[in-house]
């Protein structure tokens, strides 16, 4: 039933939409092209195989994939997009997906499978399978969108896959605001849920995920004020019912918010809200900045709008920048603090300092260096004290980063020499709590390219080190990585890419040779097919760690261009 509703709403938006087109102005559609495509189509078919190992994908694949763009008399504009797959068979969700979302003047209309954010904490760029549109006339900000979040997943029998398995979800998200540009103020609502029988589940596994019900109300707004400053503020409150099937006897918590949310969805003891907000203020003048964030996320904190939320924080965060010397040096950063438990229900709370340098300088017009440093600082204390002695741990992750860069441009020749060396610390401050995460990391690297401007060859070397080092192991490996690229007549590109390592770990001092083969050959402006060859021939010398084993893959595709 759902899915006719979905139909049905589809069909109405391309109904309402039609007058629009029929009523633009008609004045000069005689000298323009009643339909014009654009955009791009391509194929792969991807084989693979291996030695030694057992294989990490299937032996042969294929994808198609396409983003056309039709335009009707230059006014009217259907983007199209799909991607269709075998691997549909396996995947959880739908990787076969197929939408478009046309678009005339100040409205858009969205059908198939399409991904729209409203804002970050209600409606934040999950896709769903359905219809909607947006509309921008003058000053207002109006959206709407219903369908499917997510479909069914039942477990497989026979392969035991599919678990957990996820319920079909359906549900709808509206926003409605006024403002353009960087000021603007909009509301916006999600409400979705899992329907508890899309799926049928041996007792066994009934209960291991619960059919849930969600209604997130939010509401974002920017204003740019004395031509300088930006003021932005997103709040925004989620009413979460874990298992919408438990009993409705049992009352919920005694919330405002949730008893008036009762009225438009399930609500019972396993109902509980959330709150999440974010307000900033920047400055910006000529070439300085300055940006001041405060961002707060409930413990839990979720929306059937979103896939994925950092909850349990609350940071600060300063975020100073600006150039000098006429833009030659440019100097960023940033400072934030953090901490989790705000409900003050964990046994441990941590506290975070997270700092971070930038500078850029332009020495000369060949010569320049950048220049980075961050600074992560965890401390854990814990609240309730179990033990006679409470303990304090203070961790420290720290990363300098230094890349010299020469460059040298002629008509004739392009010379590019980049050197960078990284050094990463992670380290326990009371060594006598954590005497073994202590972990050190070099990473090192000099790179040469030149090209040939007139002939369009490039040749590139570049010298590689890095070395992982704890009190319990220590893996790394140096080598070298050549590689040439050649364009002949414009049409047919032939690159090669080879690199050889050798292990620094006595356990693990064996050779890996990786090797890349392109070829790329444009028959016609709209027609280009190309081969791409790689291997890998893993050669251990302690096969008590690690086995030899090789490793290739071939892709062979085909691109057409309107």
């Given at each position: 039933?759902?899915?006719?509703?979905?139909?049905?709403?589809?069909?109405?938006?391309?109904?309402?939409?039609?007058?629009?087109?029929?009523?633009?102005?008609?004045?000069?559609?005689?000298?323009?092209?009643?339909?014009?495509?654009?955009?791009?189509?391509?194929?792969?078919?991807?084989?693979?195989?291996?030695?030694?190992?057992?294989?990490?994908?299937?032996?042969?694949?294929?994808?198609?994939?396409?983003?056309p763009v039709l335009s009707f008399y230059n006014t009217l504009v259907v983007p199209l997009s799909f991607t269709y797959s075998e691997q549909d068979r396996a995947f959880r969700q739908p990787f076969n997906q197929f939408g478009m979302s046309p678009y005339y003047k100040w409205l858009k209309v969205h059908a198939g499978y399409r991904n729209i954010t409203f804002s970050q904490f209600t409606l934040a760029g999950h896709t769903f399978l359905g219809g909607g549109f947006e509309a921008n006339p003058g000053m207002l900000r109006a959206g709407f969108i219903y369908g499917r979040f997510n479909r069914a997943t039942p477990v497989d029998t026979l392969s035991k896959t599919y678990q957990p398995y996820t319920y079909a979800n359906f549900g709808f998200a509206?926003?409605?605001?006024v403002g353009k540009g960087s000021n603007f103020i909009d509301a916006s609502v999600v409400k979705?849920?899992?329907?508890?029988?899309?799926?049928?589940?041996?007792?066994?596994?009934?209960?291991?995920?619960?059919?849930?019900?969600?209604?997130?109300?939010?509401?974002?707004?920017?204003?740019?004020?004395?031509?300088?400053?930006?003021?932005?503020?997103?709040?925004?409150?989620?009413?979460?019912?874990?298992?919408?099937?438990?009993?409705?006897?049992?009352?919920?918590?005694?919330?405002?918010?949730?008893?008036?949310?009762?009225?438009?969805?399930?609500?019972?003891?396993?109902?509980?809200?959330?709150?999440?907000?974010q307000t900033s203020i920047a400055f910006q003048q000529n070439k300085t900045s300055v940006r001041v964030q405060y961002r707060r996320v409930d413990p839990d904190y979720k929306s059937m709008g979103a896939y994925f939320f950092n909850?349990?924080?609350?940071?600060?965060?300063?975020?100073?920048?600006?150039?000098?010397?006429?833009?030659?040096?440019?100097?960023?950063?940033?400072?934030?603090?953090?901490?989790?438990?705000?409900n003050k229900q964990k046994q441990t709370t941590s506290h975070r300092v997270i700092s971070s340098a930038n500078v850029s300088a332009d020495i000369t017009e060949r010569l320049g260096v950048d220049f980075s440093y961050s600074n992560y600082s965890n401390t854990q204390q814990r609240r309730t004290v179990?033990?006679?002695?409470?303990?304090?741990?203070?961790?420290?992750?720290?990363n300098f980063s230094l890349t010299p860069r020469y460059i040298v441009a002629t008509e004739k020749r392009v010379h590019a020499l980049v050197v960078s060396a990284n050094y990463n610390l992670f380290s326990s401050v009371d060594k006598s709590v954590d005497t073994n995460?202590?972990?050190?990391?070099?990473n090192a690297f000099v790179n040469y390219q030149i090209t040939l401007v007139p002939t369009n060859l490039t040749l590139s070397g570049s010298l590689?080190?890095?070395?992982?080092?704890?009190?319990?192991?220590?893996?790394?490996?140096?080598?070298?990585?050549?590689?040439?690229?050649?364009?002949?007549?414009?049409?047919?590109?032939?690159?090669?890419?080879g690199s050889f390592l050798k292990g620094l770990n006595t356990q693990n001092d064996g050779l890996i040779l990786n090797q890349s083969l392109l070829l790329s050959y444009k028959v016609t402006k709209h027609h280009t097919f190309g081969?791409?060859?790689?291997?890998?021939?893993?050669?251990?010398?302690?096969?008590?760690?690690?086995?030899?084993?090789?490793?290739?893959?071939?892709?062979?595709?085909?691109?057409?261009?309107?």
């Open positions: 039933m759902a899915k006719i509703r979905a139909g049905v709403f589809v069909m109405v938006m391309w109904v309402g939409f039609l007058p629009a087109t029929v009523a633009q102005n008609l004045e000069g559609l005689g000298q323009q092209k009643p339909m014009t495509v654009s955009g791009s189509l391509s194929a792969r078919a991807i084989f693979y195989g291996a030695n030694g190992i057992a294989n990490r994908r299937e032996p042969f694949s294929y994808i198609l994939t396409g983003n509206a926003k409605i605001g979705a849920h899992d329907v508890a029988n899309s799926v049928t589940l041996p007792a066994n596994l009934k209960g291991a995920v619960t059919a849930g019900e969600n209604l997130v109300v939010g509401l974002n707004g920017q204003v740019r004020f004395l031509k300088m400053f930006t003021y932005s503020l997103e709040v925004a409150t989620s009413i979460y019912t874990r298992d919408r099937t438990a009993e409705s006897n049992v009352p919920p918590a005694n919330d405002g918010m949730i008893k008036a949310a009762g009225k438009y969805m399930v609500t019972n003891a396993t109902t509980e809200r959330y709150n999440a907000w909850n349990d924080l609350e940071n600060v965060t300063v975020a100073p920048g600006t150039a000098l010397l006429k833009g030659k040096l440019r100097v960023s950063g940033s400072i934030g603090f953090q901490h989790d438990n705000l179990l033990l006679q002695d409470s303990f304090r741990i203070v961790q420290v992750s720290q995460s202590d972990t050190k990391a070099y590689n080190y890095t070395d992982v080092k704890s009190a319990s192991f220590e893996q790394g490996n140096y080598g070298l990585t050549l590689g040439v690229n050649k364009i002949f007549d414009n049409k047919l590109t032939a690159g090669w890419n081969v791409n060859l790689s291997y890998i021939n893993n050669r251990s010398q302690q096969l008590t760690y690690a086995p030899s084993y090789s490793e290739w893959k071939g892709d062979v595709n085909y691109r057409y261009i309107f």
